[in-house]
């Protein structure tokens, strides 16, 4: 079943731009800085009030990223949700209809196990899933 909020992702066009941003009007810590070469997008995570947002950005235009930047300006991306067993979830989920854009589980940061669907019925709502390694190591320990 789904869980708690794993994060909040936005779109932004200057990563230490809205580092500085975040940081100085809303009191945001830097968590985390990593550059994802499989997809040229550059990721920050800011903690707020013991809520994540992970910034998402690219240099590269020819990325997907880029094209979102580029089609949609800055913005909301998707809200990320802690699941036990993703694989599970994805089933449940298409025995329900949803659109799952991810057929299967991908892999995210710090080892984490994620897929997309979008609940938009006339655009883009994403909503990530994502499975913590320690969870996995939790239900095999059982």
Do not use: C, Y
């Amino acid at each position: 079943m789904i869980g708690g909020l794993n994060h909040i992702a936005l779109l932004v066009a200057d990563v230490e731009e809205s580092i500085e941003r975040f940081q100085r009007l809303l009191g945001a810590t830097l968590r985390e800085r990593s550059f994802l070469p499989e997809s040229g997008t550059e990721v920050a995570v800011l903690e707020i009030g013991g809520v994540h947002l992970e910034l998402l950005s690219a240099k590269e235009g020819d990325t997907k990223v880029g094209r979102l930047l580029a089609e949609r300006g800055e913005g909301m991306h998707h809200i990320s949700f802690h699941v036990r067993d993703l694989e599970a979830e994805l089933a449940r989920l298409r025995e329900l209809g949803a659109r799952i854009l991810d057929p299967r589980p991908r892999a995210g940061l710090h080892g984490r196990k994620i897929a997309f669907l979008n609940l938009g019925t006339q655009g883009e709502i994403l909503i990530e899933l994502a499975e913590e390694p320690d969870e996995r190591a939790e239900e095999g320990s059982a």
